[in-house]
């Protein structure tokens, strides 16, 4: 029996388990409304611990470490979906934890999560999970060529390969150990996009705009937010699917979304991510009502209000390799002579830096975030334009 949810006022000490960009953000958001704030993390130089009230150094699984987040929080949440369900579980049995483990579990792993998309009726691409040699020898012609992924743990195109037949999916699988995979058919993508909610414990539901996303090496790189970027009437069918997959998982914190929007217009759902999401982050400077605020208040069982974007906004991803140089040397610390021009950068009008506190840069790590507003969209496109030369 979880502990019972009340209303958890300014005032009170929000946790987070993870200690990464998100947590710190949600940290951020948490304390400019009047919360206390603690981080899990074993990292001593994680990113939210380190502008966090309160930072136990521990493992997620370690029951001291668990008791003293649960001794000093009125509520707990999440930042990264690879905290072990059971860690969560753990600690709903002292103190409303949100989302819940059983939500979380299934975002965990894929051939989980698709099972939920076909039970919620939302499309997904055609797929077979991979778990026996028997499986293997069953998957359907149809399916290639395909992608194949690890059921547990990927992310930013980690733990996934493009098989193009039957003996490279083979070979695929044996790189991966044979553990439990979803061999997904590859589709022809006209776009990427991604609708985050946010859900009540009373079951209300607002949403964010939905964000059209472009990728570089399977990282995002870039996120778009304004009219015309994307076509309506399937983001209002995304929005619909995404409360849906929200609904059917009674889920009660933000959770994000992903769609492929295809050639042939069809819309079909690939992942989602149960905390705030990279694509969402331009509702820190965009709207009204940022997903870290969202965060914050599903978790304390605040109001929800509908988010009113404010302008039209473009997100640049700022990625290890900036900092960088020519040679590909790498720098001695992030404030080295080779990081970003960043005066150049918030010289340009509507410029809003976001950076993580990490202390080392390296390829495909995500440093920061650049977010661009502006009054029209030609304007936000243009700064976006000059900034991304600027950043190289
Ligand atoms: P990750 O957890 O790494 O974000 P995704 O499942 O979102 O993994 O895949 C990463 C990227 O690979 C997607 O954003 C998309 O560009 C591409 N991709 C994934 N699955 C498919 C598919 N079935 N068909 C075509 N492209 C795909
Ligand atoms: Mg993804």
């Given at each position: 029996m979880s502990a019972s949810f009340d209303r958890i006022l300014p005032g009170a000490t929000l946790g987070v388990m993870g200690g990464g960009q998100l947590g710190r953000m949600f940290v951020h958001a948490a304390q400019s409304m009047g919360y206390f704030t603690a981080v899990l993390d074993p990292d001593v130089s994680s990113p939210a611990g380190?502008?966090?009230?309160?930072?136990i150094r521990a493992d997620y699984l370690d029951p001291q470490g668990l008791a003293q987040l649960s001794a000093v929080c009125d509520a707990i949440t999440t930042e990264f979906e690879n905290v072990p369900a059971p860690a969560l579980a753990a600690l709903a049995k002292s103190r409303p934890?949100?989302?819940?483990?059983?939500?979380?579990?299934?975002?965990?792993?894929?051939?989980?999560?698709?099972?939920?998309?076909?039970?919620?009726?939302?499309?997904?691409?055609?797929?077979?999970?991979?778990?026996?040699?028997?499986?293997?020898?069953?998957?359907?012609?149809?399916?290639?060529?395909?992608?194949?992924?690890?059921?547990?743990?990927?992310?930013?195109?980690?733990?996934?390969?493009?098989?193009?037949?039957?003996?490279?999916?083979?070979?695929?699988?044996?790189?991966?150990?044979?553990?439990?995979?979803?061999?997904?058919?590859?589709?022809?993508?006209?776009?990427?996009?991604?609708?985050?909610?946010?859900?009540?414990?009373?079951?209300?539901?607002?949403?964010?705009?939905?964000?059209?996303?472009?990728?570089?090496?399977?990282?995002?790189?870039?996120?778009?937010?304004?009219?015309?970027?994307?076509?309506?009437?399937?983001?209002?069918?995304?929005v619909t699917a995404a409360k849906s997959i929200a609904e059917g998982l009674a889920y009660v914190g933000v959770l994000c979304v992903e769609f492929f929007l295809l050639q042939d217009g069809a819309l079909v759902v690939n992942e989602i991510a149960p905390r705030p999401h990279n694509s969402g982050h331009y509702s820190m400077d965009a709207c009204d009502?940022?997903?870290?605020?969202?965060?914050?208040?599903?978790?304390?069982?605040?109001?929800?209000?509908?988010?009113?974007?404010?302008?039209?906004?473009?997100?640049?991803?700022?990625?290890?390799?900036?900092?960088?140089?020519?040679n590909g040397v790498r720098p001695a610390a992030v404030t080295a002579p080779t990081a970003p021009p960043w005066a150049e950068v918030l010289a340009l009008p509507g410029t809003h830096l976001h950076l993580y506190g990490k202390l080392e840069a390296k390829p495909g790590r995500k440093m920061g975030h650049l977010n661009i507003t502006g009054a029209t969209v030609e304007?936000?496109?243009?700064?976006?334009l000059q900034a991304s030369q600027l950043l190289g």
């Open positions: 380190r502008v966090s009230h309160h930072h934890v949100a989302p819940d483990a059983a939500a979380v579990g299934i975002a965990q792993d894929r051939a989980q999560e698709k099972a939920h998309f076909v039970r919620c009726g939302v499309p997904c691409a055609p797929y077979a999970v991979i778990d026996s040699a028997e499986a293997l020898a069953a998957v359907p012609t149809e399916l290639l060529p395909g992608i194949l992924k690890t059921a547990r743990m990927g992310y930013d195109g980690k733990g996934q390969v493009r098989v193009a037949d039957a003996a490279t999916l083979a070979a695929a699988w044996a790189q991966f150990k044979h553990v439990t995979c979803v061999l997904e058919k590859m589709l022809p993508l006209a776009a990427e996009c991604s609708v985050i909610v946010a859900r009540g414990r009373d079951g209300a539901m607002v949403h964010l705009p939905p964000q059209r996303n472009l990728h570089r090496e399977g990282i995002l790189a870039v996120t778009e937010v304004y009219e015309g970027n994307l076509p309506l009437a399937q983001m209002a069918s995304a009502v940022s997903q870290f605020e969202l965060q914050v208040r599903t978790l304390a069982g605040l109001p929800l209000v509908t988010p009113r974007q404010h302008s039209p906004a473009i997100m640049l991803n700022l990625l290890g390799d900036l900092w960088f140089d020519a304007e936000v496109r243009a700064t976006a």
